[in-house]
């Protein structure tokens, strides 16, 4: 630990963008709980998920989006094993789009848009374990999930997925993909994993194909194109970008001048190094959210890290989402707090790192309050959500705040060696995996050698009811 910063100036300028950068981190992947909402009543009962009766391998898509019409057309083809023996109605996650043709080997298959979802009929019942691919032809012009700029040529994706991709939103549906998407001429792309290819098209437009190799859950999907500057660098092994319409490459370079670092401090934590590039990039207007390799933040963020280099916060959670989320999934949304928490929590201990334990105390302070007000209000739950249907500007202060805070309690707990032995092993015990809460408690058992069946039904299992003055004698 470092001791804390002692410029009393500095210090108040730091604490005010310090609670900016708290705000800013309650909202981040907020969009996560609108794919839970999306769902009334079903997430996250495993049966009635679409996507239940599958297992999918791989998703071959190609986008094709218009950015001044504000819309898009699409095919994907799905490579899936069968599960459940006889299954032949099968229900993919489809958002608003439009399904016009569905096919398996050239043979046309019939198929009905229910709600959210498209469903499938299979020319025969499925054996388990049988092998299928189908293709799905489809059109839409999502108002959210695909975000259009054409005033300042740009588009990336916003969390939702199934608006423009036919696919499994569930985060325990892994699968690999590649993706093809067609930009106006002259914008530069990312998308997840690795660039295969980049190719002009006719009437002013190029083709980039990326190929995200290690299977991920569709929500983390996702691709940003625009007008934009560049910088770059490296962190051990890994190839970084920094882009933005707005900054400059000298000014990117200095909002992002702590990433490098930042993924070294999180593979540490995590007993695994960062694999891969990652890119960062400052887009018109978003909350903040992580995809495989890459995270947007809106360009207004940008230039408040500009103002103040310490406003990390942000940065350090969506980062921290590349190992605990991206690889280490909550299982199903229920167990929430498994990325959010986290990746809360690991953006303050790496502001504790790079600025001292004031900046790491004000984040905590920040997790206690919002606590506190919840329990005044009646409105603490437990970390865990059997049946998230709605969810609350509350509950997602539980998952973030909450979730980050009980770990802090975790860490004074078991002291500093046996809480970052358990968070490495529960890491590299479960990456690229699903997780529930039962899990990390395991990994935190064994690495302290103890029995936290305490801790986790008072902090983790169950609500604390505010202790309420007693009612005046009548
Ligand atoms: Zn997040």
């Given at each position: 630990m470092r001791d804390a910063l002692k410029q009393p100036r500095r210090l108040r300028a730091h604490s005010r963008l310090l609670r900016r950068t708290i705000a800013a981190g309650v909202l981040a992947c907020a969009a996560y709980a609108g794919l839970a909402a999306a769902n009334p009543g079903r997430a996250p009962n495993e049966a009635a998920r679409a996507g239940a009766d599958i297992d999918v391998l791989h998703y071959t898509a190609r986008i094709e989006p218009d950015l001044a019409a504000k819309s898009l057309r699409g095919e994907v083809a799905i490579r899936f094993i069968v599960r459940r023996q006889g299954a032949q109605r099968l229900d993919f996650d489809a958002g608003d789009l439009d399904i016009l043709a569905v096919s398996e080997d050239k043979q046309a298959l019939s198929f009905e848009k229910i709600d959210k979802r498209v469903s499938v009929r299979l020319a025969a019942p499925a054996a388990a374990g049988s092998r299928h691919e189908i293709d799905i032809?489809?059109?839409g012009a999502p108002r959210f999930g695909l975000e259009f700029h054409p005033e300042r040529s740009e588009l990336y994706t916003v969390f939702s997925t199934s608006q423009w991709l036919v696919c499994i939103d569930a985060p325990q549906e892994r699968a690999t993909l590649d993706l093809t998407v067609t930009v106006p001429e002259g914008l530069k792309a990312v998308g997840n994993g690795r660039l295969v290819s980049k190719s002009a098209l006719g009437g002013r437009r190029e083709a980039y194909r990326w190929r995200q190799d290690a299977a991920m859950p569709s929500y983390v999907y996702g691709f940003a194109a625009g007008r934009y500057n560049e910088a770059g660098g490296?962190?051990?092994?890994?190839?970084?970008?920094?882009l933005s319409s707005d900054l400059q490459a000298p000014q990117l370079r200095r909002v992002f001048a702590d990433t490098p670092d930042m993924l070294r401090f999180f593979g540490r934590r995590a007993g695994i190094r960062y694999n891969g590039s990652y890119s960062q990039v400052l887009v018109a207007k978003t909350i903040g959210q992580e995809l495989a390799g890459f995270s947007l933040m809106s360009e207004a963020y940008g230039r408040e890290v500009l103002d103040d280099p310490s406003a990390q916060a942000l940065i350090a959670h969506e980062a921290a989402h590349q190992w605990w989320g991206n690889y280490v999934t909550c299982r199903d949304w229920g167990h929430f707090w498994l990325n959010e928490g986290f990746a809360?929590?690991?953006?303050?201990a790496y502001l504790q790192h790079r600025f001292g334990d004031e900046a790491y105390r004000k984040q905590v302070e920040g997790w206690k309050r919002r606590l506190d007000k919840l329990r005044e209000t009646g409105k603490?739950?437990?970390?865990?959500?059997?049946?998230?249907?709605?969810?609350s500007a509350d509950d997602r202060a539980v998952v973030y705040q909450k979730g980050a805070y009980v770990l802090h309690l975790l860490r004074e707990e078991l002291g500093?060696?046996?809480?970052?032995?358990?968070v490495r092993a529960y890491t590299r015990a479960?990456?690229?995996h699903s997780v529930v809460t039962a899990d990390f408690r395991r990994a935190m058992e064994r690495a302290s050698g103890r029995d936290l069946g305490e801790f986790f039904a008072r902090w983790v299992e169950s609500a604390e009811v505010a202790a309420r003055p007693a009612a005046p004698a009548k």
């Open positions: 032809v489809y059109r490296t962190s051990e092994n890994a190839a970084l970008r920094y809360n929590f690991m953006a303050a603490d739950h437990a970390l865990i959500y059997e049946h998230w249907t709605r969810p500093e060696r046996a809480f970052w032995g358990g479960h990456y690229g």
